[in-house]
């Protein structure tokens, strides 16, 4: 079956510092890739996603890369900001229906 | 410009108590989603939709029914609660195409005593 696998977490950066929040995968055929935050006291909104292998996506400053040789989708952040603080999803899927599966997330501090 | 719209916000029942927790879209989208988020658990799926009139068991359906009732609204039941179902649930929708990103709602903070 599918599986995300999040690294542990949390998370806390001073601002502007560099971001590196790590996400593999398992997949049966050629799954899609996302990258979803969720907000304090929010729903998840999607952040980036990539369809293909070699794919970027990028969106806010955070970019990530569709790794198929180490089936990776590791999130970077150059200089991030306090704004950024909030728990960051990775998920996959592979199927039309849209279903996704998810890693645990991770929450992210930055401070000032 | 509502996007998806989830009733109650929070929700306290006693263990064996019934409840509905609705969910409508305004994005004309034909799939729908259950899931319940839950500390270190990430997001598991419940129930989903693929298309008005139809649904279909996700991860975890165990103890929920759900009823899609039009195209905007699905709406997810609980026959008698246990506190093992504690948790926050978010509905979502997605258009029914490859790849089409789910648009959440903002939750339901459920506790069951």
């Known amino acids: 079956g599918n599986s995300v696998t999040q690294m542990e977490g949390p998370v806390t950066l001073s601002e502007e510092a560099f971001l590196t929040i790590n996400c593999t995968y398992t997949a049966t055929g050629y799954p899609s890739l996302f990258w979803y935050v969720q907000y304090p006291g929010e729903g998840l909104q999607l952040l980036l996603k990539?369809?293909?292998?070699?794919d970027k996506g990028s969106n806010k400053g955070f970019e990530a890369t569709y790794r198929k040789e180490t089936t990776s989708f590791h999130l970077e952040k150059g200089s991030v900001q306090v704004s950024d603080s909030a728990v960051y999803f990775c998920a996959l899927s592979t199927g039309a229906n849209s279903k996704l599966t998810f890693g645990k997330g991770i929450t992210l501090s930055v401070r000032p | 410009n509502a996007g998806v719209t989830q009733t109650p916000k929070f929700q306290v029942l006693k263990t064996g108590q019934s409840m509905t927790l609705q969910c409508a879209q305004d994005m004309n989208h034909n799939s729908m989603y259950w899931y319940r988020q839950d500390p270190g658990m990430g997001l598991r799926l419940i129930y989903y939709s693929a298309s008005e009139g139809t649904t279909d068991k996700g991860e975890v359906p165990n103890g929920y029914n759900v009823s899609r009732l039009n195209k905007r609204e699905f709406s997810l039941r609980l026959e008698s609660a246990a506190p093992s179902q504690t948790s926050v649930y978010f509905c979502?929708?997605?258009?029914?195409?490859?790849?089409?990103?789910?648009?959440f709602g903002n939750g339901t903070r459920l506790t069951v005593t």
């Open positions: 990539a369809t293909k292998a070699d």
């Open positions: 979502a929708s997605s258009a029914r195409q490859l790849d089409s990103p789910l648009h």
